[in-house]
């Protein structure tokens, strides 16, 4: 009979160790923030192989989209050995079944892995994960994270976050408060840190990165996959200066509803999708963003009582134009807009315009914004994380968004910025002529009204005075 030893052929590098000794030390939170090809794959899944030989149960490898999966684990191979990763970490001989259909591997022991997506998470059926490696996380729903942490709670679970930056997003937040825990292991290792890479090879990188997208996210992509750094660009990612810039400028912030003016909505619909809302006030000076909400596998009558929950003072509904088409449920049903209109909500439809131009229409809006932090905070990831693939073959970024989690929000904004400019806050009431007075270059003041005007003001005066 062979002999099996866990980690199979394989054992952690040195800047690995803290992260694999914290872990076997009874660790229940980690996020290791290592470089590109800092070998964070090969590090979770030899602790999964381990964790499930250890403790029976079910553990889930997730990825942000469950199509993602096959490709970037079940069939990645590791480029030194030509072997496949998971029959390195996982070995056949301690297998009792490998299902490729639903890329869920179940051990000798009892235990069961599977590759998932943190699209699909709540769609899973059978026994509830002890083990939860969250790959690429920065691009994963964080709705994944906050359904399943209590299930970990309850069970005594693990659960591991590796993702290389992108931007301020929930990653960056779940790090620097990891960072404040005792309980949680939080690491950033970058190339300096890790000695991956000589500087003479990280100049080579550098340059192809440079030659292939531009000097300004070829540097930002560099600074990003192997120095670790959440302040750079995001390729493809359509509002990262935006978002930085309001984050710099310290306008995502607490902030109140003023009580005299309306709150406006801007929705996006969804019917087996989420639906989005963003309630915003209009200044004269721009928009304050006071809320957000969104939610999934809910009628129309689900969003107006959290309307009528919020009690805002509200003004006019936006949605979008495709509202027309028939509702959530079954044929014959309403149009979305006949269901709002019955429901108390008077939507008006946004301007029919083009993906190119709405998506203009927010990163022009966003510069005159300022947003709740808390109440937002859902929302602002979106934004944040929104984007579009970048093409290998045809090096260039893709025309369309990637339809994931971030997609019902920023597509809400995007209707929320093609509707706000007709409720722009009415200018201050111009003086009539006899209020008004010119400032001399004497320093005196004088009025604009002819002798005989003010003749006929003053008389006016005493009369009502009498």
Same mark, same amino acid.
């Given at each position: 009979?062979?002999?099996?030893?866990?980690?199979?052929?394989?054992?952690?590098?040195?800047?690995?160790?803290?992260?694999?000794?914290?872990?076997?030390?009874?660790?229940?939170?980690?996020?290791?923030?290592?470089?590109?090809?800092?070998?964070?794959?090969?590090?979770?899944?030899?602790?999964?192989?381990?964790?499930?030989?250890?403790?029976?149960?079910?553990?889930?490898?997730?990825?942000?989209?469950?199509?993602?999966?096959?490709?970037?684990?079940?069939?990645?191979?590791?480029?030194?050995?030509?072997?496949?990763?998971?029959?390195?970490?996982?070995?056949?001989?301690?297998?009792?079944?490998?299902?490729?259909?639903?890329?869920?591997?179940?051990?000798?022991?009892?235990?069961?892995?599977?590759?998932?997506?943190?699209?699909?998470?709540?769609?899973?059926?059978?026994?509830?994960?002890?083990?939860?490696?969250?790959?690429?996380?920065?691009?994963?729903?964080?709705?994944?994270?906050?359904?399943?942490?209590?299930?970990?709670?309850?069970?005594?679970?693990?659960?591991?976050?590796?993702?290389?930056?992108?931007?301020?997003?929930?990653?960056?937040?779940?790090?620097?408060?990891?960072?404040?825990?005792?309980?949680?292991?939080?690491?950033?290792?970058?190339?300096?840190?890790?000695?991956?890479?000589?500087?003479?090879?990280?100049?080579?990188?550098?340059?192809?990165?440079?030659?292939?997208?531009?000097?300004?996210?070829?540097?930002?992509?560099?600074?990003?996959?192997?120095?670790?750094?959440?302040?750079?660009?995001?390729?493809? +990612?359509?509002?990262?200066?935006?978002?930085?810039?309001? !984050?710099? /400028?310290?306008?995502?912030?607490? #902030?109140? %509803?003023?009580? *005299?003016?309306?709150?406006?909505?801007?929705?996006?619909?969804?019917?087996?999708?989420?639906?989005?809302?963003?309630?915003?006030?209009?200044?004269?000076?721009?928009?304050?963003?006071?809320?957000?909400?969104?939610?999934?596998?809910?009628?129309?009558?689900?969003?107006?009582?959290?309307?009528?929950?919020?009690?805002?003072?509200?003004?006019?509904?936006?949605?979008?134009?495709?509202?027309?088409?028939?509702?959530?449920?079954?044929?014959?049903?309403?149009?979305?807009?006949?269901?709002?209109?019955?429901?108390?909500?008077?939507?008006?439809?946004?301007?029919?315009?083009?993906?190119?131009?709405?998506?203009?229409? +927010?990163?022009?809006?966003?510069?005159?914004?300022?947003? !709740?932090? /808390?109440?937002?905070?859902?929302? #602002?990831? %979106?934004?944040? *994380?929104?984007?579009?693939?970048?093409?290998?073959?045809?090096?260039?970024?893709?025309?369309?968004?990637?339809?994931?989690?971030?997609?019902?929000?920023?597509?809400?904004?995007?209707?929320?910025?093609?509707?706000?400019?007709?409720?722009?806050?009415?200018?201050?009431?111009?003086?009539?002529?006899?209020?008004?007075?010119?400032?001399?270059?004497?320093?005196?003041?004088?009025?604009?009204?002819?002798?005989?005007?003010?003749?006929?003001?003053?008389?006016?005066?005493?009369?009502?005075?009498?």
């Amino acid at each position: 009979m062979t002999e099996i030893v866990l980690p199979n052929n394989w054992s952690p590098r040195p800047y690995q160790m803290p992260f694999w000794t914290a872990m076997e030390r009874g660790c229940k939170r980690a996020i290791p923030i290592w470089h590109r090809r800092a070998g964070k794959d090969d590090a979770v899944l030899h602790w999964t192989a381990t964790a499930a030989h250890q403790r029976k149960g079910v553990y889930w490898h997730m990825l942000p989209q469950a199509n993602q999966a096959r490709k970037a684990v079940w069939d990645a191979i590791n480029p030194h050995t030509g072997l496949k990763r998971i029959d390195e970490a996982f070995p056949v001989e301690l297998r009792s079944s490998t299902r490729k259909t639903d890329m869920a591997i179940e051990f000798k022991c009892g235990s069961m892995w599977q590759l998932v997506g943190s699209d699909n998470f709540n769609s899973l059926v059978g026994s509830p994960p002890i083990g939860i490696v969250f790959s690429e996380f920065a691009l994963a729903d964080p709705a994944a994270w906050a359904y399943l942490s209590p299930i970990l709670e309850e069970n005594g679970g693990w659960a591991v976050f590796i993702t290389t930056p992108r931007g301020k997003n929930h990653a960056y937040r779940m790090l620097q408060n990891a960072k404040k825990q005792p309980d949680w292991f939080a690491e950033v290792l970058t190339v300096d840190d890790t000695g991956m890479l000589s500087p003479e090879r990280y100049q080579a990188i550098r340059q192809e990165r440079i030659a292939e997208f531009g000097e300004a996210y070829g540097d930002a992509m560099c600074e990003q996959e192997y120095r670790c750094s959440f302040e750079a660009a995001v390729l493809g +990612a359509y509002f990262s200066k935006e978002m930085a810039n309001a !984050d710099r /400028e310290g306008r995502i912030c607490d #902030l109140m %509803a003023d009580p *005299s003016l309306p709150v406006h909505t801007a929705w996006d619909l969804g019917v087996d999708d989420s639906t989005a809302i963003w309630f915003f006030q209009v200044l004269a000076g721009g928009l304050n963003i006071i809320d957000y909400y969104e939610a999934s596998g809910e009628g129309a009558d689900h969003y107006v009582k959290v309307l009528e929950e919020r009690a805002y003072p509200y003004g006019r509904h936006f949605v979008p134009h495709d509202a027309k088409v028939k509702e959530w449920g079954a044929p014959g049903a309403r149009t979305r807009v006949e269901t709002l209109q019955k429901l108390g909500i008077n939507p008006e439809l946004v301007p029919d315009e083009s993906f190119a131009d709405g998506i203009q229409a +927010a990163r022009t809006t966003l510069a005159r914004c300022r947003f !709740d932090a /808390e109440r937002c905070e859902r929302g #602002l990831d %979106a934004l944040r *994380s929104y984007h579009t693939k970048y093409d290998e073959k045809l090096r260039t970024l893709a025309k369309n968004a990637v339809h994931d989690w971030a997609s019902h929000g920023a597509d809400a904004f995007r209707y929320l910025s093609l509707a706000w400019r007709e409720l722009r806050a009415a200018p201050p009431p111009v003086p009539s002529k006899a209020e008004v007075y010119v400032g001399q270059p004497d320093g005196t003041i004088k009025s604009n009204l002819t002798f005989r005007e003010m003749v006929e003001r003053n008389k006016k005066r005493r009369l009502e005075t009498q």
